[in-house]
């Protein structure tokens, strides 16, 4: 079955500046890849998500780029702000097909 | 605006209890899943159901069960509560399998002793 790797466990940057995070997977059939946010306390909430006949999206501050060759994608954040700290989840699956299967998460720290 | 709700927020129940969490949404999703959370092992689905009386397993469905009897609603049982089922269970919908946003409940935060 899927499995996806994420990388850093945690992530400490100064704000203003720009946070990546870097996820990996397994199965080649995997064609859909969502980003999940979960602020301390709420429930994870979907942030933006890339399709595999796309190589980047981008939706304001955030963005995500995909390589199917390596099989691997990552959550890349501009201009970090302070409520840009929670954990972040990555994710793969068939579309339509098989369950999500998560990454372990990233705890994101933005400091003032 | 979708809503998923869970029946608790927190519970604490006794090693061999059998435990009932509640899960509602109100947006006609087909899907459902049952997912629990523990720090540094992200989130782990232990059963799914992609239609009424219908369901499938997880990753991790040991000592779990689950019932949808009803479009709207999803229970996750715990047979025989073990402290090694404190943790964290977040319901979730969605309108279709993969491939679709998910929404997540609140959350129950369950404590075994």
């Known amino acids: 079955g899927e499995n996806v790797e994420q990388h850093p466990s945690t992530l400490s940057v100064q704000e203003g500046d720009s946070a990546v995070i870097k996820c990996t997977y397994s199965?080649?059939?995997?064609?859909?890849f969502p980003w999940y946010k979960q602020e301390l306390g709420k429930r994870p909430q979907l942030i933006i998500d890339?399709?595999?006949?796309?190589g980047e999206k981008k939706d304001q501050r955030i963005a995500v780029t995909l390589n199917k060759t390596a099989k691997h994608f990552s959550l890349h954040i501009t201009e970090t702000q302070p409520e840009d700290s929670a954990v972040y989840f990555c994710?793969?699956?068939?579309?339509?097909?098989?369950?999500?299967?998560f990454g372990k998460g990233t705890r994101l720290s933005v400091i003032a | 605006d979708v809503k998923v709700t869970q029946s608790s927020r927190y519970l604490v129940k006794r090693t061999g209890e059998k435990v009932f969490l509640e899960c509602v949404q109100d947006?006609?999703?087909?899907?459902m899943f049952w997912y629990r959370q523990d720090p540094g092992l992200g989130l782990r689905l232990i059963y799914f159901?992609?239609?009424?009386?219908?369901?499938e397993k997880g990753d991790i469905p040991e000592g779990y069960s689950v019932s949808r009897e009803k479009k709207e609603r999803f229970s996750l049982i715990l047979e025989s509560a073990s402290t090694n089922q404190t943790s964290m269970y977040l319901c979730?919908?969605?309108?279709?399998?993969?491939?679709?946003?998910?929404?997540f409940g609140p959350g129950t935060r369950l404590t075994v002793t």
């Open positions: 199965d080649s059939a995997s064609n859909y």
């Open positions: 979730a919908s969605s309108t279709g399998t993969s491939g679709y946003e998910q929404y």
């Open positions: 890339i399709r595999s006949n796309v």
């Open positions: 994710a793969a699956s068939i579309r339509g097909n098989t369950p999500l299967v």
């Open positions: 947006m006609d999703h087909e899907n």
């Open positions: 159901s992609y239609d009424v009386k219908m369901k």
